[in-house]
């Protein structure tokens, strides 16, 4: 279906991620900080990115903003997934150039669905 770049520095929460978008028939590629996410994103140009917030070094936010003004991938969506769910941080998430923002720990179906629709075009 889709190649999903996997921006997350717990491994338990990239064993789960993981694990459904295979299931739901992805291709996934991770980086476990954004700077190596970044990277991948560049060389690869994956169909989506799943970004966390809380990351080592850069931020998931800097990382987003960083993805979002880059002309070769810009056209990329970023759904970030995070732990921090207050509504300015959704906001701020939004501005930096995510197409949407998810709280963890998200239900499989729901995130299941938000990602098959961005990644249908």
């Not at 770049?5 to 993981?18: K, N």
């Not at 992805?26 to 060389?43: T, Y």
């Not at 970030?80 to 701020?92: G, N």
């Amino acid at each position: 279906m889709a190649r999903i770049l996997l921006i997350e520095d717990s491994p338990t929460d990239r064993a789960v991620f993981t694990q459904w978008l295979q299931r739901a028939g992805h291709d996934v590629v991770f980086a476990s900080n954004a700077e190596d996410g970044l990277d991948i994103a560049r060389k690869q140009l994956p169909d989506l990115v799943l970004m966390d917030v809380v990351l080592p070094g850069m931020s998931g936010f800097q990382a987003t903003r960083a993805l979002s003004r880059d002309a070769a991938t810009s056209k990329i969506p970023v759904l970030i997934v995070s732990t921090k769910s207050m509504e300015t941080d959704r906001a701020w998430g939004m501005r930096q150039g995510a197409v949407d923002y998810v709280v963890k720990p998200p239900r499989e179906e729901d995130l299941m669905a938000r990602i098959n629709q961005l990644v249908a075009g």
